[in-house]
C-alpha cells in the first residue's frame, strides 16, 4: 500500500513567518494532491500535481513535486491566522484507494 | 445542495449501539467515499462506490461496518455493535469522475462519540 509520512507533525509559528511542510511517499507519487483540514470541518482541496519537477502556487501557498516524484513541499509564505489547519498530503490512487498522509497540525500565533 | 452534506453532524451512542450516518453528495457526482479519520490522524480509507456499485470495501476495520448507495446518490455508512475504539470523525467525498482527485469535494464530517 502506499504510504505518505509528513513532517513536520505540528508546528507553531509567528504571523508573517515563512514554512515549509513535507511530504514523503514511500512509492513513485503519480499524483500529489495537498488538502487543508479546518478542525470540526471537511477537506478544502488546495492543489493538484503530477508531473516531476512542477510547481503550483495559489495566494501565498506553493506546492512543489520533486523530479524522482517521491516528495512533495508545501510552502506558505508571509503565514496568517487564516493558514491555520491541519495539512494533508494525498496519494492519486492505484485502483480506488486515495490514501492520505499523516497530516501536519499549523498554528500561526498573532 | 451546494456541497456534500453529512448527517448528523455528531453522534453520541452507548456502546452497543447501532448507528447510521448519512452522506448527500452533490449531485450527479459518480464516486462516493468514505474516510475514518480518528483524533489526530489522517483519514483512513474506508470504502468505495461508483454509482450504487460497491467497488472496493477493503478500507472497513470489521464486519460490523456496512455501506450501501442503493440508488447512486445517498450513501448510508452503517456501524453495527459500536465499540469505543470507531469513536472517530466519519467523512464523506463525492467526485464527478472515476476515483479521487482534483474534483474530490468533502463533507464537513459526522463526529462519533462511543460512550
Known amino acids: 500500500s502506499q504510504e505518505l509520512e509528513q513532517s513536520p507533525q505540528s508546528l507553531i509559528v509567528q504571523e508573517g513567518k515563512n514554512l515549509t511542510i513535507n511530504c514523503t511517499s514511500s512509492k513513485t507519487l503519480y499524483g500529489l494532491y495537498w488538502y487543508k483540514q479546518k478542525y470540526g470541518e471537511g477537506l478544502i482541496f488546495l492543489m493538484m500535481?503530477?508531473?516531476?519537477?512542477e510547481e503550483k502556487s495559489h495566494e501565498k501557498i506553493t506546492a512543489k513535486l520533486d523530479e524522482k516524484k517521491q516528495q512533495s513541499s508545501l510552502h506558505i509564505t508571509a503565514s496568517q491566522p487564516s493558514h491555520a489547519g491541519i495539512y494533508l498530503c494525498g496519494a492519486a490512487p492505484s485502483g480506488n484507494q486515495f490514501y492520505f498522509g499523516t497530516g501536519t497540525s499549523l498554528t500561526v500565533i498573532p | 445542495g451546494a456541497g456534500v452534506s453529512q448527517s448528523p453532524r455528531y453522534k453520541v451512542a452507548k456502546r452497543g449501539q447501532d448507528v447510521a450516518l448519512r452522506c448527500d453528495p452533490i449531485?450527479?457526482?459518480?464516486?462516493l467515499f468514505w474516510y475514518q479519520q480518528a483524533l489526530g490522524q489522517g483519514p483512513e480509507f474506508l470504502t468505495y462506490f461508483q454509482n450504487e456499485a460497491q467497488l472496493d470495501k477493503s478500507g472497513l476495520p470489521s464486519d460490523r461496518f456496512f455501506a450501501e448507495r442503493p440508488e447512486g446518490s445517498v450513501s448510508t455508512l452503517k456501524i453495527q455493535r459500536t465499540q469505543q475504539e470507531d469513536s472517530a470523525v466519519y467523512l464523506c467525498?463525492?467526485?464527478?469522475?472515476?476515483?479521487?482527485?482534483?474534483?474530490?469535494?468533502f463533507g464537513q464530517g459526522t463526529r462519533l462519540t462511543v460512550v
Open positions: 500535481l503530477q508531473k516531476g519537477g
Open positions: 449531485s450527479g457526482h459518480v464516486s
Open positions: 467525498a463525492s467526485s464527478l469522475g472515476v476515483g479521487v482527485g482534483a474534483e474530490a469535494f
